[in-house]
């Protein structure tokens, strides 16, 4: 493969996903946007020729970026969240966004119930049980709770929600979901928001996007609504719970437990939750399979390709041009 040089796009962010930092850098020699105080100077010399932003979930492209950046068309995002992205300021501009949507949904989503089974039936736990000696010296590991016949929520039907939903009518579940509006057709029940959703399951699974609108829309009512025999699963973004409140119920009992991919403050995770068994903590894996970190990766980058080449974007959040 032939790495071609490129001085109308830029790298912006210093965390890109290893497959896609690698796969990028066999195609494509790109600059990077550096922080600190050679930032300003960058821009000075290079901002006015940059077309296209290449950038890989955190830490994003914020108004200011994107404000320093005169004629910036399109930003590729290697992730199917774009909540890192300014989209009003995208939008503005007329700017074009593309993420990786659907090659993803089916890890995410068998991560979603890795979560759940392991949140109920606390294999975590039982797995820690026996490698530090206890089933010897004291027995029967406690009993938990099956999740063959539950009532399960989702907030937020989309594809990632619904490969769950798929998942979950293998274990017998009880769908019900909340979306911004009822889907034409959904064989689940809908419910009006997320406090009704809550109120009426024993299993909440939030799949929705991460943006300014999903903010706490799980607070501390839907969380009382699940209430202690109730649990929370989060494959989506921190920002949609409110994680204070979280941790203060699941410590209490106040929730039965919490099954938790993402976290407000990423990578940093309460220390209350550290030493808790109703609670199952990933370091945000849901879509870490070798496989699809490598789809995804290809499709940021055949949308750089479909950009530079035709101006189109092949998986538009938002299309470029006014
Ligand atoms: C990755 C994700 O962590 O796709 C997303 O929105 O949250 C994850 O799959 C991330 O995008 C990798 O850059």
């Known amino acids: 493969m032939t790495v071609e040089k490129t001085d109308d796009v830029l790298r912006v962010g210093d965390n890109f996903e290893p497959t896609f930092d690698n796969e990028l850098a066999a ?34 492209v914020d108004a200011e970026i994107i404000a320093a950046l005169p004629n910036l068309e399109a930003i590729v995002n290697n992730g199917a969240g774009v909540d890192m992205i300014d989209l009003k300021a995208a939008r503005q501009r007329g700017i ?30 039982a797995d820690r049980y026996v490698r530090a000696g206890r089933w010897a010296r004291e027995g029967q590991f406690p009993y938990a709770r099956d999740l063959s016949g539950l009532q399960v ?19 017998d579940c009880a769908i019900a979901y909340h979306n911004r509006h009822r889907i034409d057709g959904s064989p689940y029940r809908y419910a009006e928001s997320p406090l009704e959703l809550a109120e009426s399951v024993d299993v909440l699974v939030v799949a929705t996007t991460g943006d300014e609108q999903a903010r706490h829309l799980v607070d501390r009512s839907v969380l009382e609504a699940l209430g202690p025999e109730g ?89 470029p041009g006014k």
């Open 153 to 171: 929520g989702i907030l937020g039907l989309g594809r990632i929600g619904s490969a769950i939903a798929t998942r979950l009518l293998g274990f």
């Open 231 to 319: 649990y929370l699963i989060n494959i989506a973004r921190g920002s949609v719970v409110d994680q204070d409140a979280l941790v203060e119920m699941v410590a209490g009992g106040a929730l039965g437990g919490a099954g938790l991919d993402v976290f407000a403050d990423e990578p940093n995770v309460p220390a209350a939750l550290l030493d808790l068994d109703n609670v199952v903590l990933f370091p945000h894996i849901g879509s870490a399979t070798a496989r699809t970190r490598r789809a995804m990766a290809l499709l940021a980058i055949r949308n750089l390709d479909s950009y530079l080449n035709t101006g189109e974007l092949v998986t538009p959040v938002l299309r």
């Open 96 to 125: 074009g966004v593309s993420n990786t949507p659907d090659v993803l949904s089916d890890t995410v989503a068998d991560t979603a119930l890795g979560l759940i089974l392991m949140t109920l039936r606390h294999f975590g736990a």
């Open 27 to 60: 195609r494509y020699e790109i600059p990077a946007l550096p922080g600190g105080p050679h930032r300003a100077e960058f821009l000075a010399r290079h901002a006015e020729r940059i077309r296209v932003v290449v950038t890989s979930g955190k830490p994003g």
